[in-house]
T-cell receptor
C-alpha cells in the first residue's frame, strides 16, 4: 500500500454511533494529520499527532498512533449527520517537513 | 478564527492560456503550499515555499508551474500554458512552522477546455 492509506473505503452508521477509521503508512514519520472534506469542498484540519504521542483527543475525536505498526486510527464518538464527509490521513513521508501525502480517504455517511 | 482564503473559487480557461490562482495564507504563517485534487483522486502535493524560495516540489510541478509571494499577504500559483489534464481543484495551505498543522483554503476549481 502507499503512504497514508485509509480503511475502510466507506462506512455507513446511524446517528449516535461511533465511527472508527484506520490509516496505515509505510515510512517513518514526524507526525500524522487527519482531515475532513465535505463533498467538493476544502480540507478541514482535525488533529495532528506527533510520532512521540500515542493518543490525542479533541472534542468527540480520538486519534491513536502506533509507530511500531505504522498505523493510526480516528474515532468519532456520538456521530451526527453533520459528520458525513470524507476523512483523510496525511503524513510527511520519509522525514519531509513540508510535503503531506494523502490517502484516498474513508467516506463516512451518518444516517439520521 | 484566521483562515486561508483563495480566489477565484472557479476558473474556466482555454487550453494554452495562462492562469494565476491566488491565495492569502494565515497572516502569521511562514510556510506556504499548493496541492491539487483531480476529480475522484487523491490530494497531491505540488510545492512548498518558505523564505521566498521553493523548499520542496513534486514531479508534477514542472516548468509550466511557478509560485510567487508578490507582497506580504498573497501567494500565487501560475500555470503558464494550461493543458486539459490541469483541470482540478487547487488548494493552498499554510503552516506556522515546518512539520506543524497545515491549514487549507477552500480551493479553486480550475476547468481547462
Amino acid at each position: 500500500s502507499q503512504q497514508g492509506e485509509e480503511d475502510p473505503q466507506a462506512l455507513s452508521i446511524q446517528e449516535g454511533e461511533n465511527a472508527t477509521m484506520n490509516c496505515s503508512y509505510k515510512t517513518s514519520i514526524n507526525n500524522l494529520q487527519w482531515y475532513r472534506q465535505n463533498s467538493g469542498r476544502g480540507l478541514v484540519h482535525l488533529i495532528l499527532i506527533r510520532s512521540n504521542e500515542r493518543e490525542k483527543h479533541s472534542g468527540r475525536l480520538r486519534v491513536t498512533l502506533d509507530t511500531s505498526k505504522k498505523s493510526s486510527s480516528l474515532l468519532i464518538t456520538a456521530s451526527r449527520a453533520a459528520d458525513t464527509a470524507s476523512y483523510f490521513c496525511a503524513t510527511p513521508p520519509g522525514g519531509s517537513n513540508y510535503k503531506l501525502t494523502f490517502g484516498k480517504g474513508t467516506l463516512l455517511t451518518v444516517n439520521p | 478564527e484566521p483562515e486561508v482564503t483563495q480566489t477565484p473559487s472557479h476558473q474556466v480557461t482555454q487550453m494554452g492560456q495562462e492562469v494565476i490562482l491566488r491565495c492569502v495564507p494565515i497572516s502569521n504563517h511562514l510556510y506556504f503550499y499548493w496541492y491539487r485534487q483531480i476529480l475522484g483522486q487523491k490530494v497531491e502535493f505540488l510545492v512548498s515555499f518558505y523564505n521566498n524560495e521553493i523548499s520542496e516540489k513534486s514531479e508534477i510541478f514542472d516548468d509550466q508551474f511557478s509560485v510567487e509571494r508578490p507582497d506580504g499577504s498573497n501567494f500565487t500559483l501560475k500555470i503558464r500554458s494550461t493543458k486539459l489534464e490541469d483541470s482540478a481543484m487547487y488548494f493552498c495551505a499554510s503552516s506556522a512552522e515546518a512539520g506543524n498543522e497545515q491549514y487549507f483554503g477552500p480551493g479553486t476549481r480550475l476547468t481547462v477546455t
